[in-house]
């Protein structure tokens, strides 16, 4: 071979040539795979999120974040209203958990035509050296990722059976206790203390907190400092109050 000249120009477009092929492949195929496993994750989560909504619908009851906190001002309450407005509330929540449930179930179906899309204009990536090894690395992903779902999800669910089997799903005031005392709910004893705050991840059963208390103003130079320290970390449900 010749090392000079045009001998040498052809060498390189040759390197050239092949390394480019190379690395567009590479790119292609790491494109290709980050796209289907944020795909596949998002698809996962709303399945899961589907299921254990059908469970709490079934068992009759809610997660925290979809459970109403709603109560009437007035202390002296009987047990047989104290159960039909239970009920009430319960009632709206199942409502919400199955309005998600279509929700969810739609945002299913748009990911799966996104998945077939992904997959008809990636045809040549099945050729690709790689393309079973990294199939099955994501599939890996997304087994343990399922897994981890699953086991937050039944958590949940065991510790919002508890709630409602034991009496404290809903966080009445105490009729002995001061109007205004953030410190006067029902809790059950020996609870746990971390029970009425949920994680602050893509598994939560609800996009947000039902209230209808206004937030209270405050310092803006507090508020400032504070919310980025809390706000993720703060999904305690308020209680309002209704005036007969």
């Known amino acids: 071979m010749d090392f000079a000249g045009t001998g040498w120009t052809g060498y390189m477009s040759e390197i050239q040539t092949n390394c480019n092929t190379d690395n567009e492949q590479e790119i292609t195929i790491n494109q290709y795979m980050a796209k289907m496993k944020r795909l596949l994750k998002k698809k996962s ?23 109403v906190q709603v109560f009437p001002s007035f202390q002296n309450v009987t047990a047989e209203f104290k159960l039909m407005w239970e009920q009430t509330l319960s009632s709206c929540s199942t409502q919400l958990m199955k309005l998600l449930i279509v929700q969810y179930q739609a945002e299913l179906a748009s990911l799966d035509q996104d998945i077939l899309i992904l ?8 050729i690709h050296a790689q393309y079973d090894k990294r199939c099955l690395e994501i ?18 669910l065991s510790k919002d059976r508890t709630a409602f089997a034991e009496g404290f799903a809903y966080r009445w005031q105490s009729p002995t206790a001061n109007k205004n005392s953030r410190s006067n709910y029902r809790t059950p004893k020996n609870h746990d203390s971390n029970y009425y705050t949920t994680e602050d991840d893509t598994e939560s059963d609800s996009s947000s ?30 209680t309002t109050l209704l005036t007969p």
Not at 119 to 126: D, G
Not at 219 to 235: C, I, Q, V
């Open 45 to 67: 989560n709303l399945h899961w999120h589907i299921e254990f909504l059908g469970k709490y619908v079934k068992d009759n009851i809610s997660p925290l974040g979809l459970r």
């Open 139 to 156: 599939k890996d992903f997304i087994t343990r990722i399922t897994k981890d779902i699953i086991h937050k999800k039944q958590i949940k």
């Open 209 to 238: 907190m039902l209230s209808l208390q206004p937030p209270a103003r405050r310092n803006h130079s507090a508020a400032t400092s504070s919310t980025s320290g809390s706000r993720k970390r703060d999904f305690g449900v308020k």
């Open 119 to 126: 997959q008809s204009n990636s045809e040549t990536i099945k």
